[in-house]
């Protein structure tokens, strides 16, 4: 299961701040990618990036989101984040956490967070 | 970026009958380790999209053999068999070669 924590509102180009937390599963999981995607009714689903471990940690997000983007990875709390900063309005989107597993030779998303719809407004 | 388009936009469908969504996208989906990671998804209302089939025709666990996957390339279809009330939602297929796209959504309701 992933729990997604953070903020609802967040002000222009202050950073928006997320979390999800995991259970029955390890961020550390070396068949694991942690992602986050975001969906918006102007760009629909988009994805953002990820963190995952492969004997050392991994992280790469968009392109389109010029370097204002980093997930992470939180052992201790079996938790991964993102971070992006500055945000304007057009970011404004439902906000998800999600597991990309491989199983066998093949892969797929099969976990999502509830989703947090933030808005970026002053 | 790969552009994945889906028709139709929405449709409108019988309880009973069945229903076709189409995507295209616009490079082969065959990675270099042969296989085609194309993946169907349906979102509810308020609700994560939910898989469906994954590479092409694959069905997820639990999922009813009404929904099947085709295709090869860069087109794809998604069929239902026979429309259920319970199908209605928003249907997105998704490629899985990095970095991972959507396409626009395929709106379903029950006529």
């Known amino acids: 299961q992933l729990q997604q924590s953070g903020p609802a509102l967040v002000k222009p180009s202050q950073t928006l701040s997320l979390t999800c937390s995991i259970s029955g599963d390890s961020v550390s999981n070396n068949r694991a990618a942690w992602i986050w995607i975001r969906q918006s009714p102007s760009r629909g689903l988009e994805w953002l990036g990820r963190t995952y471990y492969r004997y050392k940690w991994y992280n790469d997000s968009s392109e389109s989101l010029n370097s204002r983007i980093t997930v992470n990875p939180d052992t201790s709390k079996n938790q991964f984040s993102l971070h992006l900063n500055p945000v304007t309005p057009e970011d404004t989107a439902v906000y998800y956490c999600?597991?990309?597993?491989?199983?066998?030779?093949?892969?797929?998303?099969?976990?999502w967070g509830q989703g947090i719809p933030v808005t970026v407004s002053s | 970026d790969t552009v994945m388009t889906q028709t139709p936009l929405s449709l409108s469908v019988t309880p009973g009958q069945p229903a076709s969504i189409s995507c295209k996208s616009s490079?082969?989906?065959?990675?270099?380790?042969?296989?085609?990671?194309l993946y169907w998804y349906l979102q509810k209302p308020g609700q994560p999209p939910q898989l469906l089939i994954y590479?092409?025709?694959s069905r997820f666990s639990g999922v009813s053999d009404r929904f099947s996957g085709s295709g090869s390339g860069t087109d794809f279809t998604l069929k239902i068999s026979r429309v259920e009330a319970e199908d209605v939602g928003v249907y997105y297929c998704?490629?899985?070669?990095?970095?991972?796209?959507f396409g626009g959504g395929t709106r379903m309701e029950i006529k």
């Open positions: 999600a597991r990309k597993t491989w199983y066998g030779n093949t892969w797929y998303i099969d976990l």
């Open positions: 998704m490629q899985g070669i990095h970095p991972l796209t």
């Open positions: 490079r082969s989906l065959v990675h270099t380790d042969g296989q085609t990671y």
């Open positions: 590479e092409v025709s």
